[in-house]
């Protein structure tokens, strides 16, 4: 009986076409991500059934932490250079190019004025280590700094919206506390974030 | 002629050893590109979150003293107070806060369906706006109004504040409640189609209300 010959073929498949596929996903994951600075905090948002999704420019965000303590951020570098030049006037203090630099491309801030110069010239240990022993920016009464840069952010920034991220265990008062200081700077809308819940399917019949 | 002859020796020795580009294949070896573009493509799949945030837009009054006169009146049948309390518990009362005749008491939690569900209460209390609200959505089913998210909304909140009969609902988020509790009790605010709501601070009689409800 003659042998049947398998043709030879070259092992190699011709994977041109995977490549392309590999290639344009690449392409559309680098064009769609956004890489944003280490935020100081994790919040733990509620959920809501809400769907108005969050603006992705032009927010003023409030971030309240489990334990209390309050942060700031705005998104936008010349916006921050903006409002920490106002801030620096309100406090009377200065700050030099470089912190200037560096809080341009921080995330969250939440430090007392009289340590955010230390803060910004630190390095990132430096920082985290700052950020776990921060206590937030003030909020009581007697130096109420969170008012000032709401102040300053709302002067720099007239068209943004104010969004407060607060964890599902912040205390009310403190809550209570930051919308009285919004209240106060003449912000009587705001937003807050929460994440998507399934809500409840119908009403029960009654 | 030497030098000729030199000349067409060197000439036929160049023509032999001609340097002749070697045919090589015109494939070229993909591997390591192929490689680091998934080792990107991993990359970047595992550092993009989809999922926006949600937001809730709450509007306070403005803080400003009002004069008695330009306070508005609300029929006591029609609010309901809910007081957030320690530990997710819910007190709730008809009517409005008197310290001298202190209103009956009720305790709720947050469960959609349990027997002291604030959910059902709300929904019970709020049926006249709620069933509105669904006919609005009946409408849109049957092609009266047009099927567009914000017509629709339009539509929704122009039923909700005109209803005068419905439910007028005051917040009051305890000290010792959380932010979870009061961000859930807007959420039921927004399923059962409260129109009128607003988170108030409590009163001293409330304090009292809350110590003495067990």
Known sequence: ?206 | MAEVQQQEGSEKGGKHKKVRAKKSSTHIDMTPMVDLAFLLLTFFILTTTFSKPKTMDITMPVKDQIKEEDRTKVPASQTVSVILTKDDRIIWYVGIDDPNTPPETHVGDFSENGPMSIHKMLLEKNKLVYDQVKMVDDSVKRGLIEDKEDIIKQHKSAVKAAEKKGLIVLIKPDESSKYKNLVDILDEMLVCNVGRYAIVDLSDSEKELVKNTK
């Not at chain 1, 948002?45 to 705005?74: A, C, H, W």
């Not at chain 1, 916006?79 to 006037?89: C, F, G, N, P, V």
């Not at chain 1, 506390?177 to 106060?184: A, H, K």
């Not at chain 1, 700077?185 to 807050?192: I, S, T």
């Open chain 1, 1 to 206: 009986m003659p042998k049947i010959k398998v043709p030879k073929k070259s092992p190699s498949l011709d994977m041109t076409p995977m490549v392309d596929l590999a290639f344009l996903l690449v392409t559309f994951f680098m064009l769609t991500t956004k890489f944003r600075p280490d935020e100081p905090v994790i919040v733990d948002q509620p959920s809501s059934v809400s769907e108005i999704p969050l603006p992705d420019k032009g927010v003023i965000m409030l971030t309240v932490d489990g334990k209390g303590r309050v942060f700031f951020n705005v998104e936008g570098q010349q916006m921050r250079a903006d409002i920490l030049d106002r801030i620096a006037e309100q406090f009377k203090v200065t700050f030099d190019e470089k912190q200037k630099k560096r809080f341009c491309v921080l995330a969250s801030v939440g430090m007392p004025i009289n340590k955010l110069g230390e803060y910004l010239s630190s390095d990132e240990d430096g920082r985290k280590k700052m950020n776990l022993a921060t206590a937030g920016i003030p909020i009581d009464s007697t130096s109420n700094e969170l008012a000032i840069w709401v102040n300053s952010a709302r002067k720099a920034a007239p068209r943004y919206s104010i969004a407060i991220k607060g964890d599902r265990d912040a205390d009310i008062p403190t809550i209570k506390r930051v919308i009285s200081i919004l209240q106060d700077n003449k912000a009587n809308r705001f937003a807050l974030i929460t994440n998507l819940e399934a809500g409840p399917a119908e009403a029960p019949k009654q």
